[in-house]
């Protein structure tokens, strides 16, 4: 016994040292400076008011994506929405880097808006788009507009159109709903509701499915949810379990990850969804769980508590073969890998708070996001790599907040009822 | 609380009945006879102290039964030292009724992660399941499942809230 945990110490100190585990809590440092952007309000050429305030919605957007920093309304001087209205001088002074500006239409099948993008700079037009849709889809052009505008000036695909599934429940415990929204939190819909926990939704790589874990029988199942039609379908439950749980698509989406535990050990094992079949990946007497793909879909990031208390380790689901990835701190849980597959982001116990960190799966170097709350956890990476959105405990009450993967913006999503929990950000629909 | 003192009370009142029916019998110069009534007196007097002492012990068992929620410590699935004389009531009752069930219902407190704190949930109720048939409990009769932090005793990010939250359930 003795002479295993000197072993294991030696091992440790070698880690330590190729291992940059520098706790940075981020402020400015090494990340991304925000280009300053002004989204001036988009004219309407007709005479009842608007459903939606479009230049609002992509100025949020923008905004909140932590790559620009939009510059308020209230700032402007003069608002053109024609390039024979612009006067370069006008933004220049403003330290402005990019203005955009539009127009709305009245169109037979519903509105059509026409918007330009142009740099300060150059003092030219860069961009320069239209769109057009119904009534009820205003919503998604104003985030089709922030998606253009945001891929054309960063390079990066953007998120604005995604979605997010969350549970919600009561103070009492005894109500839980599983709701869909857009990414900003706007229109947001009930999908499932239950007098038993919901926990752990998890989307389908073609967005079409969600798996989520249903206390409906007394006890953790999962199940699979079609969201076009609301079909249901129980996919794991295994007898003489105790529970089922954390499920999790592979890249492809032919496969699903996830926990079973029976008498105490729970284990990770993965499903072939076409034909059912079943593999054990870990046999082991810790606790081994939350299980997260990575890119490749040949290995896998978990949770195990088997070096004493909760780190996240990787395994290759053909070799089994199993290393230890975290090594800062005691806790360190829940892996979620960016789209590049370069950093992890989890849940970290540090200074007996919990919060939500990354870690630079090359470099092993640590950097803790979120300093403001204390109960982080359930952190999920937007499908571009640039946002988390994790829940939050405020005033005894668990919110949804969202930060930029280099920890600089913060922002909260608006609840309008009870705790919610969870969240879990979509693919980018195709 | 009332089936104590119910108890006590039809106690005395049947130890009054006892005095009360020995003076009413016989003189005192009838010799052996007397002793014999004596000899009734004393066995009868022995016989009910048994049966009360038996009455009295089913309700301490009865009693502790009633406690049916145990606690951890934080990160921890061992039973308490004070939860243990309970468990053992239930082990033994179970042990005595082959048809008895119990679900044994793990939470824990919401700090950490919930799918972890699920899998913590389990292992508590795990404990629970152990010390139960370590005294006498079939497993069989034993079934465990996890909240995880999901279903709170107390609401709040207290101390004091999160003590109360770390437990298992014992449900009939």
């Known amino acids: ?430 | 609380m009332q089936t104590t003192t119910l108890y006590k009370s039809l106690g005395l009142a049947f130890g009054a009945l006892l005095l009360t029916a020995c003076a009413s019998k016989g003189d005192i110069d009838e010799g052996t006879s007397q002793i014999e009534d004596a000899q009734d007196q004393t066995t009868q007097v022995v016989e009910d102290a048994k049966v009360s002492g038996e009455e009295l012990k089913a309700q301490a068992e009865a009693a502790l039964r009633d406690q049916t929620v145990f606690y951890f410590a934080f990160d921890q699935s061992t039973i308490k030292e004070d939860g243990k004389k309970a468990l053992k009531a239930h082990a033994k009752y179970l042990a005595a009724n082959s048809s008895a069930k119990v679900t044994l219902e793990g939470h824990a407190d919401e700090r950490g992660t919930i799918e972890y704190n699920l899998a913590l949930g389990e292992r508590r109720s795990m404990s629970v399941r152990a010390y139960l048939m370590a005294n006498g409990a079939k497993a069989e009769q034993l079934k465990v499942v996890s909240y995880g932090e999901e279903r709170p005793a107390v609401m709040g990010s207290s101390e004091d809230a999160y003590a109360k939250n770390r437990r298992v359930e014992v449900k009939y």
Do not use: C
């Open chain 1, 1 to 430: 016994m003795v002479k295993r945990s000197l072993v294991f110490f030696i091992g440790i100190l070698l880690s330590l040292q190729s291992v940059q585990a520098e706790i940075v809590i981020e402020v400015t440092q090494g990340k991304q400076s925000a280009i300053p952007l002004a989204v001036v309000p988009f004219s309407w050429s007709g005479s009842e008011p608007l459903p939606e305030d479009i230049s609002q919605i992509v100025h949020n957007d923008l905004g909140h994506s932590g790559y620009f920093r939009t510059m308020p309304v209230a700032n402007m001087i003069n608002k053109p929405t024609t390039i024979s209205q612009v006067n370069y001088a006008d933004w220049s002074i403003q330290r402005q880097d990019y203005v955009v500006i539009g127009r709305v239409e009245a169109d037979p099948e519903g509105y059509a808006i026409e918007f330009h993008v142009l740099d300060v700079h150059l003092k030219a037009e860069v961009l320069r788009h239209r769109v057009k849709g119904k009534k009820s889809q205003m919503r998604d052009l104003a985030h089709y507009i922030s998606d253009y505008i945001f891929e054309n000036l960063t390079g990066i695909v953007g998120v604005f159109s995604t979605k997010l599934v969350y549970v919600t429940t009561n103070r009492e415990r005894n109500r839980f709903n599983l709701n869909y929204a857009d990414a900003d939190g706007a229109r947001e819909r009930l999908i499932f509701s239950s007098r038993e926990p919901i926990i752990s939704p998890a989307w389908s790589p073609d967005g079409k499915t969600i798996a989520y874990v249903s206390f409906e029988n007394r006890q953790g199942e999962i199940f699979f949810q079609e969201l076009a039609s609301g079909k249901r379908e129980r996919v794991i439950a295994f007898k003489g379990s105790s529970f089922s749980s954390a499920p999790a698509f592979s890249p492809d989406g032919k496969s699903l990850a996830f926990v079973n535990s029976e008498l105490g050990n729970p284990d990770i094992y993965v499903m072939d969804i076409a034909t059912r079949k079943v593999r054990r990946l870990t046999n082991h007497f810790a606790i081994d769980t939350e299980p997260q793909w990575d890119i490749d879909g040949e290995h896998l990031f978990f949770t195990s508590n088997r070096a004493g208390g909760p780190q996240i380790y990787r395994m290759n689901v053909n070799s089994l073969a199993v290393k230890r990835i975290t090594f800062d701190g005691n806790y360190n849980a829940r892996p979620r890998v960016t789209a590049d597959g370069r950093k992890l982001v989890y849940v970290k116990q540090a200074n007996g708070r919990f919060h939500i960190a990354s870690q630079d799966l090359e470099t092993g170097k640590v950097h803790i996001l979120t300093s403001e709350t204390e109960l982080d956890e359930s952190p999920s990476v937007a499908p571009n790599g640039s946002m988390v959105v994790y829940a939050a405990s405020e005033n005894e009450r668990s919110i949804l907040a969202a930060v930029s993967v280099d920890g600089d913006v913060k922002f909260r999503l608006p609840s309008k009822y009870g705790d919610v929990r969870e969240p879990a950000w979509s693919p980018i629909f195709k």
